[in-house]
């Protein structure tokens, strides 16, 4: 099975593209999984640097590559 991605340009055609798909046997039409965004608890990261030796001078070494 192979799938592909489609960009409507004019939205008011949309329901025609779809209803069009439907028609074909051989495609199985999709809509996309919409559900509320899961809310995240900063306090469940707790511990996630644990034993890590991680402070602001490291990460800015890290990410701009310098040699200090």
């Known amino acids: 099975?192979?799938?592909?991605?489609l960009t409507i340009k004019d939205?008011?055609?949309k329901?025609?593209?779809l209803e069009l798909l439907k028609q074909l046997d051989?495609?199985?039409v999709q809509k996309?999984?919409?559900g509320k965004p899961v809310k995240h608890?900063?306090?469940d990261s707790?511990?996630?640097w644990k034993g890590r030796d991680v402070n602001a001078e490291t990460l800015r070494k890290k990410a701009w590559k310098t040699n200090r």
């Open 11 to 13: 939205t008011k055609k």
């Open 1 to 5: 099975m192979e799938k592909i991605t």
């Open 26 to 28: 051989f495609v199985e």
């Open 41 to 43: 608890d900063f306090f």
């Open 15 to 17: 329901n025609f593209l």
């Open 46 to 48: 707790e511990g996630l």
């Open 32 to 34: 996309p999984a919409v």
